[in-house]
């Protein structure tokens, strides 16, 4: 099983996303959710964790722009992007947190022009 996420894309600096990811119920249900992002040449690294009891928390980057959220009925988790930023340019992925490598997705791209 993988965890594909989707929603990504070409916007401007200023705009705005919003990510989605669904996965197995048996994993959902006993997971914390995170987003992990990307860029190239860079390490792939944790932006922002929704526990299951809904607590967030947000890597300095993207704190007071992106919103994690989670519905455990859909088993599905989202990112809103905010105010994106040419630095926001990435690929995201969306895994446990801790993650387990047999759960990482091609990921959706996101690009911000300037």
């Known amino acids: 099983v993988q965890l594909q996420a989707s929603g990504g894309g070409l916007v401007q600096a200023g705009e705005s996303l919003r990510l989605s990811c669904a996965a197995p119920g048996n994993i959902f249900r006993f997971s914390a959710m995170g987003w992990y992002r990307q860029a190239p040449g860079e390490e792939r690294y944790l932006i922002a964790t929704v526990t299951r009891a809904n607590t967030t928390s947000y890597a300095r980057a993207v704190k007071g722009r992106f919103t994690i959220s989670r519905d455990n009925f859909k088993s599905t988790v989202w990112l809103q992007m905010n105010s994106l930023m040419p630095e926001d340019t990435a690929a995201y992925f969306c895994?446990?947190?801790?993650?387990?490598?047999?759960?990482w997705g091609q990921g959706t791209q996101v690009t911000v022009s300037s």
């Open positions: 895994n446990t947190v801790p993650h387990d490598d047999a759960l």
